[in-house]
């Protein structure tokens, strides 16, 4: 089964997820990652890129050079959606090819900084949303990121808000206390599967 792991950046979701992944029969997808693979040369994907933006966002060694696409796209709302076009279908075949492959006695979870914004929610089962205190978010990205307030709250603008996780989500994990309160929370979602904490199996 694909559940979409939503959360705002400074929310958590790398710990959530480490705890999630302590399960049985739990598998830890990373869409970003399954993103840039996507454009490594060689790949459909790549050309396709190229063949669009031009062989300026190269780096000496031809491979693409991630900071110089993200300064074209995320200057021009329609080079984004060609990027777009151009790399989801392929990370959304990857996820589905390895979830097929893990089997739906698993719960394979599927993280990515834009789940709503992309439509990948689509291609989950259940959505599970990681809901922090804004004012502890900043705390977070402050002292791990080393962010200005005015970054983070520009980052954080533009990403879903509490609100729309809490209409949107199935299931909801609060991230703002202590850890082990966090993982109590997540105990109790995962006994509802019958899933339990241990994965020397993996």
Same mark, same amino acid.
């Given at each position: 089964?694909?559940?979409?792991?939503?959360?705002?950046?400074? /929310?958590? @979701? /790398?710990?959530?997820?480490?705890v999630?992944n302590?399960?049985?029969?739990?598998?830890?997808?990373?869409?970003?990652?399954?993103?840039?693979?996507a454009?490594?040369?060689?790949?459909?994907a !790549?050309?396709?890129?190229?063949?669009?933006?031009? /062989?300026?966002?190269?780096?000496?060694d031809?491979?693409?050079?991630?900071a @110089?696409?993200? @300064?074209?796209?995320?200057?021009?709302?329609?080079q984004?959606?060609?990027?777009?076009?151009?790399?989801h279908?392929?990370?959304?075949?990857e996820?589905?090819?390895?979830?097929? +492959? !893990?089997?739906?006695?698993?719960?394979?979870?599927?993280e990515?900084a834009?789940?709503?914004?992309?439509g990948?929610?689509?291609?989950?089962k259940?959505?599970?949303?990681?809901?922090?205190?804004?004012?502890?978010?900043?705390?977070?990205?402050?002292?791990?990121?080393? !962010? /200005?307030? +005015?970054?983070?709250?520009?980052?954080?603008?533009?990403q879903?808000?509490?609100?729309?996780?809490?209409?949107?989500?199935?299931?909801?994990i609060?991230n703002d206390?202590?850890?082990?309160e966090?993982?109590?929370?997540?105990?109790?979602?995962?006994?509802?599967y019958? !899933?339990?904490?241990?994965?020397s199996?993996?």
């Amino acid at each position: 089964m694909i559940i979409g792991m939503a959360g705002g950046v400074g /929310s958590g @979701k /790398s710990t959530v997820l480490s705890v999630l992944n302590q399960y049985e029969k739990v598998r830890i997808c990373m869409a970003d990652e399954l993103g840039h693979q996507a454009m490594e040369q060689g790949t459909q994907a !790549y050309q396709k890129i190229i063949s669009h933006f031009g /062989s300026s966002i190269c780096s000496e060694d031809g491979s693409i050079d991630r900071a @110089k696409l993200g @300064k074209i796209v995320y200057a021009d709302d329609r080079q984004l959606s060609m990027l777009n076009e151009i790399i989801h279908p392929v990370v959304w075949a990857e996820i589905e090819r390895q979830a097929a +492959k !893990y089997g739906e006695d698993n719960l394979f979870f599927v993280e990515s900084a834009i789940l709503f914004e992309s439509g990948l929610d689509k291609l989950c089962k259940e959505v599970w949303g990681i809901l922090t205190d804004d004012s502890l978010r900043f705390q977070r990205l402050q002292e791990s990121r080393g !962010y /200005s307030r +005015k970054r983070a709250e520009s980052i954080m603008r533009n990403q879903v808000s509490s609100s729309f996780l809490k209409r949107h989500c199935d299931r909801l994990i609060h991230n703002d206390g202590t850890k082990e309160e966090m993982e109590a929370e997540i105990a109790r979602i995962m006994s509802r599967y019958g !899933y339990r904490r241990g994965n020397s199996g993996k």
